[in-house]
């Protein structure tokens, strides 16, 4: 293969948007993962208002429940093979193989492939989710992690749990695992059960149980799905050189919530523009451009913020972590905003984070002061 502009490592959401992004603005890209064009399999749901609706296809919600509040935002689980579609159609190529390493030099990298070919490009994105493959490889310790057990089921028979246009978010019925619910299709639904956080991770066997049981009933499933990941992961350190790590690669999962899907679409544009913009520089400048672009000062600042909430959450004993997001969801429609996907609102994030501790009651404050970290000072 000629040497091109930009090789993708990982076929996921953030990798496949960045790529589009990367080709549209008339850089050769090319995506290397294992099946090449491979529909994603699991589910990803974003905040409506983050995506461009013509180009990101899926299931609306216009009412959206979570921890017994309305949430005035309208939310969306991707129609997976649409986007994909659409993705695909874009000028990025497509190779079936695995990315296993990476060199850097002066004139840009060569990527290093499973089955022995060498890819020379300019700059190296690394979209390989907690992998991280040429981006310094897995986080070491026990990661705090978010796990789940869900079912998809026809949507009749989980009418009395969502209904058609709706989606619960969280469903604290039985802490310290919540119930998401959502339309995946127009007649098919998936219930899930989901550990915010824990290190390590709630097992998918106990989450099954748990399912179970909420339900009184053993689902008859149409497929299956288990979700496991870390929520923890540090941003990309200012001093890192080489790759330009995006998503879950550069730390950009919402520490608190698990999710990053919608700030990995709505971001791989800009990162793309920085880095056309800074290519004419060298392929050092053009890097260095795109992870500026996914870590700005702000971002950095809120994602700290966000961390801090995570250490909170892991301090409150099941028995309050009902109140304590209904404390958040009935906060105004501007901080949810700002917390959930304020990427860079700095100021925004520390206001929710101070409103929420100002609105529980003195037990929950106490376990929140002694996290160290909340309210943000």
């Not at 695992?177 to 998918?204: K, N």
């Not at 941003?235 to 790759?243: A, D, K, N, V």
Request: some cysteine.
């Amino acid at each position: 293969m000629s040497r091109v502009d930009v090789v993708v490592v990982g076929g996921g959401p953030a990798g496949w948007a960045v790529a589009d992004a990367c080709g549209r603005a008339g850089l050769r890209t090319v995506v290397v993962a294992p099946g090449g064009r491979r529909v994603w399999a699991a589910t990803f749901g974003v905040w409506a208002d983050q995506v461009p609706l013509d180009r990101y296809r899926g299931v609306p919600a216009t009412r959206v429940l979570a921890a017994g509040h309305e949430i005035a935002r309208e939310y969306l689980v991707l129609d997976n093979a649409a986007v994909c579609a659409e993705l695909w159609r874009g000028p990025a190529a497509a190779v079936d193989d695995e990315v296993v390493g990476a060199e850097f030099g002066r004139r840009g990298a060569t990527v290093v492939l499973g089955s022995g070919r060498r890819v020379a490009c300019a700059v190296v994105v690394d979209a390989s989710g907690a992998r991280r493959v040429v981006s310094g490889g897995p986080a070491t310790g026990v990661r705090v992690e978010q796990t789940a057990y869900g079912v998809v089921v026809p949507s009749a028979a989980a009418e009395e749990i969502v209904r058609s246009g709706d989606a619960v978010l969280m469903d604290w019925g039985r802490p310290p695992t919540f119930l998401y619910a959502v339309g995946v299709s127009t007649d098919r639904v998936l219930l899930e059960e989901t550990s915010l956080a824990a290190r390590p991770g709630m097992s998918w066997d106990v989450l099954r149980r748990r399912l179970s049981e909420r339900l009184g009933y053993e689902p008859e499933a149409l497929a299956v799905e288990r979700v496991r990941f870390p929520v923890d992961l540090p941003p990309t350190p200012p001093w890192h050189r080489g790759s330009v790590p995006f998503g879950a690669a550069a730390g950009m999962v919402h520490p608190a919530t698990g999710y990053s899907v919608g700030d990995a679409l709505a971001l791989a544009p800009v990162v793309a523009d920085a880095i056309t913009a800074a290519m004419a520089r060298g392929p050092a400048a053009a890097a260095a451009a795109g992870r500026a672009a996914v870590w700005s000062p702000q971002a950095r600042a809120v994602h700290a913020m966000r961390s801090h909430g995570l250490r909170a959450l892991l301090g409150l004993p099941p028995g309050m972590l009902s109140e304590f997001f209904g404390a958040f969801f009935a906060l105004s429609p501007r901080l949810q905003r700002a917390y959930l996907s304020g990427r860079e609102d700095v100021a925004g994030t520390a206001a929710a984070m101070a409103a929420v501790f100002g609105a529980t009651p003195w037990g929950i404050r106490r376990k929140l002061l002694l996290s160290r970290d909340y309210p943000p000072g």
